[in-house]
């Protein structure tokens, strides 16, 4: 299938959301050839320094080169003006996210992120066998189709390992990143002499899992020293319910004083209280946090995990498991514009209106 | 301290404090009723205790945790930064005023290397990231990159005090690189030695101190200079014995030319008592090349170090050269390691210090509850703890600690990062830090 290098033949639906520091735009529209949806990723190069462009320009480049069923691909990419139009197949459900900031704000269940993170698992497998390092696996980078099918994108922020030497380490500190620090493993921050490998990328998945799972990131209110302190004692980030919960375990600690305290907490956080996740999620977070590198196993190995033996299970529809959303389809989208290059035009109109509401003058 | 003035001192930071009441119950008593000695307690090996005259306070310049002194110099010290927005480790030079002026040409110099350093960028290059002022202190701050040290530091701890030529071959490559580029720019360094060859934790060379660098006029017909600082040890024949002026390019391929000679035999290939001497040897420019010195590395060095500007090689001459382009056999064995030369290893832990002290200080840890030290061994069963997780002791966190003879859970609640830090590490023993890592076990039991 050929995508024409020109915004003639793209009708925009909608704008979907923001991306890159909330520079950029992901427009949802039509292929007219196809008559299929695509995403389209815009970006008004004019605002950018030659070190963000320097990351798209990156970002293109590796997806032009990975070909896997588990990462987004680039349909094609062009440049009119000063404007960057990247073309990418149309991922229904959006990133994880935005599913759980709009609908899940607790948490995905259990078996929607073992399918999500098998996913994850195969493309990082892929990744790392081109000899390359993620470094930025987030909820907000595993984008999942219609389907059910969840597929790695962000790769802003890859690095290559060194393919000869005996220590194929690497101590290249991504900077720009100041809003991914929380997903980094302990050894890519503490910037030793020993540097990191791409089982660093393995720690970010437990971390992500916990994300998944608790509909926030772990250590995402505490500021970002006190979390590399933690992180390089090797405080390992917990999944939240019934079992972890720390005052609610076990009744034989004081627990007047407890309860006098922390009422409101419990009362608000009750339904995390009182799920419970299954023991082999909790071993695989455990596992994939693991501060000792030796322990902390490989894709491959981590596929077999038993985290993943229900979704052997036939019969589990995952569209049915993610209601309330609704991924975007054929169905529910309607056309808004001749073509893209207009929804820029309007939406830099709106932002000129200015609306004061109070200023009514009788 | 007793328990009630720590309640105290808590209040304002809005920390909320429980105390069982079973404190009495030694912990000692348990180490003899034959629980396990490994799961909780440490030995701490002598060498692995930092000791530390006085208390370190958390120091803050703009978004940078201030950490370790890392070298010392003439204007002032460089130490470790950690920047607090982007964890990235940085080095900071730190330059005082008062102690410029005493300086020659102190201030130009500093003014130049600012000017020179912003205006550049490469891989054999430092990188200035930022720089700020204190008026008040009359301090300034240049931020850099962060480097582990110098080759010199390498040599001066290395057994031989020389390199292998295989490690001395990949050093030079990037110095050339780097020099090159440097030219190229119209800049001459003027001070290349091994002492301003650092290296970061990747092993990259990166050129350093530009505080006595010139830069060419825009225009200039030729790099002909007129004066120069460097260090004498490195100076060319044409300044030892005066010369009014001197093409600047050729310097850098002489002090290029003594730094390889050094870092492979481990000696100046001049010498003298003082500087009068030492410029007279130089002056003669004759240099005899040791027998351990083998061609092509010989005819190299030799033509690096041509008494007359003219004769010297060119950086194209040195590209071409046999030794240059040749890959000098890798003998693992015979590496000098960079971790040798610093205590590198535990750097990382007085910044984390530091830090520990700029949170509490904060109020940030928010202490909801404390347990006997017998219920957090209960607890403690089936947890995995790490041997790699043993960190020392945080002193200040300690006495408060050795005071009460409570043990604190901190537990960022509000957070729902779930995470439970311990911070019961005393002087002589401690627990090492750890989570609730399988609760299933701890069921069983």
Known sequence: MLY????????????????????????????????????????????FTQEQYDLIMEEIFFMRQLKHPNILPCLTSYVINFDLYVVSPLMGFTSCHDLISAHF???????????????????????????????????????VHADGHACLSGFRYMYSLPKCGSLNKVHHFPLHTSHNLNWFSPELLEQNIEGYDEKSDIYSVGVTACELANGIVPFADTSTTSMLTE????????????????????????????????????????KIISRKFSNSFHAFVELCCCRNISIRPLPKQLLNHSFFKPIRRIGINLQELL???VPYTETNTTELHEDVAVINDLSYDFDDINIYPEEWDF | MNVATLEKLLKPLS???????EVSSPWMNDEKDGVSNDMGFHRVESDQIIYRNKKK???????????????????????????????????????????????????????????????????????????LINEEKQKMYLIMEYCIGGLQDMLE?????????????????????????????????????????????????????????????????????????????????????????????????????????????????????????????????????????????????DGMLK???????????????????????????????????????????????????????????????????????????????????????????????????VLFFIHYLKVRSFSFVNFSRTAKCKVPMYSIANPKKKKNL
């Open chain 2, 15 to 21: 920390i909320s404090l429980f105390i069982c009441k």
């Open chain 2, 157 to 301: 701890n290395s057994p031989g005090r020389t390199f292998p030529q295989w490690q001395a071959h990949g050093y030079f490559l990037q110095l050339i690189d780097g020099l090159e580029y440097l030219h190229s720019k119209g800049i001459i360094h003027k001070d290349i030695k091994p002492g301003n060859l650092l290296l970061t934790l990747d092993g990259t060379l990166k050129i350093s101190d530009f505080g006595v660098a010139e830069a060419l006029e825009m225009f200039a017909s030729d790099d002909t200079c007129f004066t120069t600082q460097g260090s004498p040890a490195f100076q060319p024949p044409e300044i030892a014995n005066g010369a009014e002026s001197f093409s600047g390019f050729k310097i850098d391929i002489w002090s290029s030319g003594v730094t390889l000679y050094y870092l492979i035999t481990g000696e100046y290939p001049f010498k003298g008592d003082n500087v009068y001497r030492l410029f007279e040897s130089i002056g003669q420019g004759f240099i005899s090349l040791p027998e351990l010195i083998v061609e092509p590395l010989r005819s190299l060095l």
């Open chain 1, 323 to 325: 209601q309330p959303a």
């Open chain 1, 4 to 47: 024409e290098t020109s915004s003639k033949y793209y009708v925009t639906c909608s704008v979907m959301n923001n991306c890159f520091f909330d520079k950029g735009k992901v427009l949802l529209a039509r292929h007219k050839t196809s008559r299929t949806l695509v995403a389209i990723k815009h970006f008004n190069l004019e605002e």
């Open chain 1, 231 to 270: 992180k390089v004692r090797g405080v390992i980030p917990q999944l939240i319910d019934c079992t972890t919960w720390f005052l609610h375990d076990d009744d034989q600690y004081s627990k007047d004083e407890i309860c006098y305290s922390n009422e409101n907490i419990e009362n608000e956080n009750q």
């Open chain 2, 307 to 405: 008494k007359e500007p003219g004769d010297r090689f060119t950086l194209q001459q040195i590209r071409h050269h046999p030794w240059f382009i040749s890959q000098p056999r890798k003998e693992p064995n015979s590496i000098v390691f960079i971790e040798k030369f610093k205590s590198e290893k535990y750097k990382r832990e007085t910044i984390l210090f530091v830090i520990d002290d700029y949170l509490l200080g904060l109020g940030i840890l928010w202490i909801t509850s404390i347990l006997t030290l017998k219920k957090l061994f209960d607890r403690s069963i089936g947890m995995k703890v790490e041997k790699s997780d043993l960190k020392l002791p945080n002193k200040s966190i300690c006495n408060l600690m050795l005071n009460c003879k």
């Open chain 1, 105 to 143: 704000q607790d948490g995905l269940s259990e078996i929607i992120i073992s399918f999500f993170l098998r996913d994850v698992l195969r493309a990082l497998d892929y990744i790392h066998s081109k000899g390359y390092i993620h470094r930025s696996v987030k909820a907000r980078h595993i984008l």
């Open chain 2, 57 to 131: 306070r958390c120091k803050l310049i703009g978004k940078y945790v201030m950490g370790d002194v890392l070298g010392e110099g003439s204007y002032g010290k460089v130490k470790e930064l950690l920047d607090m927005e982007t964890l990235c480790r940085r080095a900071v030079k730190i330059l005082k005023k008062r102690k410029l002026r005493r300086i020659p040409n102190g201030e130009q110099n500093v003014d130049r290397e600012i000017r020179l350093l912003k205006r550049l960028k490469h891989r054999n290059v430092i990188e200035l990231v930022e720089v």
